[in-house]
C-alpha cells in the first residue's frame, strides 16, 4: 500500500509524469497538453493514504493556457465531488451573481477531480480584512444557501450528515488512550436527536462544509466549491456550520466581539430571507451548533489544527 501510494502522489505532483496522465486521458484528447506546471497548495501523505489540492496550469498544443484546480484523494472521495459539482454547474450556469467552477473531468486511477481556477478571495481573507462579516457579504451568502436549497436533486445523492469524520477522529484518541468519554457522551445525544429529526423533516440540498474558505468572491459574482460533503438534509445545517466556523476559526483573526456581531449580522439576513427561527428551529441550530464545536473540536485534539 505504502508504494502504491507513493508512487501516485509523485505521479501528481511531478510535472513530467502528470503531463503524461493528462496526455493518456480522454478529457484533453481534443487539445494535447504540451507542457504542465504544479503548484501545490495543500497536501498530506503517510504510509496508508494522501490527499493533494494543487494548480495546474496547463499550456496546450493549440496555444491556449488553461489553470485547474486538482483535488486528489486515495479514499476516493473526489468522484463524488465531481459528480456533485456537475449538478450544481449545470444548475447555476449563466446565473446573476452565483457561480460554481466549471468541472473539467476525474481521472478514476488517481481519484483526481479536475476544475475551473477561479482567481479571487476567499470569504475567509475578506472576513479578515474587514474585521468582521459586513451585510453586504451576509445578503450574498444567504443568496446562495437559499439557492442551493432549491436545487433539484435528482441522482446519486447521499442522504443526512455523514458522521464518519467524527467517529474516526474519537476512534484515533481512544488508540491513543485519549479519555474521550465526555465527548462521546454529548456526541451520542447529539446523534440520536439529529436522526430522529431527519425521519420527519423535509429534506434540501446541503453543502455539508459550508464555510469562508469554500466561498470565493471573484468579479463580483460569489462562487461556492468543495462538494464532496453534500447531500440531503436540514438546511440549518449549513447556518450551523458557517456560525460555528465564524465563532471557532482562528485564521479569521476576530475578537470575541467581531466574531459575535459577524454570527448577528449572519442570522438577521438569513431570517430577512427565510423568516424568523421559531422555537423548534432554535432548538435545531443549537443542537447542530452543539455537534460542529465537537466535530472541530476532536479534529483538533487529533491533528492540532481546525477543520
Not at 493549440?62 to 459528480?83: C, F, I, P, R, T
Not at 446519486?156 to 455523514?162: A, F, L, M, R
Not at 457522551?185 to 434540501?204: F, G, H, L, M, R
Not at 470575541?256 to 438569513?270: A, G, L, N, T, V
Request: glycine letters at 6%; aromatic letters at 10%; proline letters at 3%.
Amino acid at each position: 500500500m505504502s508504494k502504491e501510494i507513493d508512487e501516485k502522489f509523485e505521479s501528481l505532483t511531478d510535472a513530467k509524469k502528470a503531463l503524461r496522465i493528462f496526455g493518456q486521458s480522454e478529457i484533453f484528447a481534443g487539445n494535447p497538453i504540451q507542457e504542465i506546471k504544479i503548484s501545490i497548495f495543500k497536501s498530506y501523505k503517510d504510509e496508508r493514504s494522501f490527499s493533494l489540492v494543487a494548480l495546474y496550469s496547463a499550456f496546450f498544443e493549440s496555444g491556449e493556457h488553461k489553470d485547474m484546480v486538482g483535488l486528489a484523494n486515495s479514499d476516493g472521495v473526489k468522484k463524488y465531488a465531481w459528480q456533485m459539482a456537475k449538478l450544481l454547474f449545470e444548475g447555476f450556469e449563466g446565473g446573476s451573481s452565483l457561480a460554481v467552477p466549471r468541472p473539467i473531468g476525474y481521472l478514476k486511477s488517481y481519484d483526481l477531480f479536475l476544475r475551473e481556477h477561479i482567481p479571487g478571495q476567499t470569504m475567509a481573507e475578506i472576513i479578515k480584512r474587514e474585521e468582521g462579516l459586513k451585510k453586504n457579504y451576509a445578503d450574498q451568502i444567504v443568496d446562495w444557501l437559499v439557492a442551493l436549497q432549491k436545487v433539484s436533486a435528482a441522482g446519486n445523492i447521499k442522504q443526512g450528515i455523514d458522521f464518519k469524520k467524527l467517529e474516526n477522529n474519537l476512534a484515533i484518541l481512544k488508540q491513543r488512550s485519549s479519555d474521550v468519554s465526555a465527548i462521546e457522551q454529548k456526541y451520542i445525544a447529539i446523534k440520536d436527536k439529529i436522526e430522529a429529526w431527519s425521519k420527519n423533516q423535509e429534506s434540501v440540498f446541503v453543502h455539508g462544509d459550508f464555510n469562508p474558505f469554500n466561498m470565493i468572491v471573484a468579479d463580483g459574482k460569489l462562487t461556492l466549491i468543495d462538494f464532496e460533503n453534500a447531500h440531503l438534509g436540514d438546511p440549518l445545517t449549513d447556518v450551523a456550520n458557517f456560525i460555528s466556523h465564524l465563532t471557532t476559526l482562528p485564521d479569521l483573526e476576530l475578537n470575541p466581539q467581531q466574531r459575535q456581531s459577524s454570527c448577528d449580522i449572519f442570522i438577521k439576513s438569513y431570517e430577512q430571507k427565510n423568516g424568523r427561527l421559531g422555537a423548534q428551529m432554535q432548538e435545531k441550530m443549537e443542537t447542530y451548533l452543539a455537534y460542529f464545536n465537537l466535530l472541530f473540536q476532536a479534529h483538533i485534539l487529533v491533528w492540532g489544527k481546525t477543520v
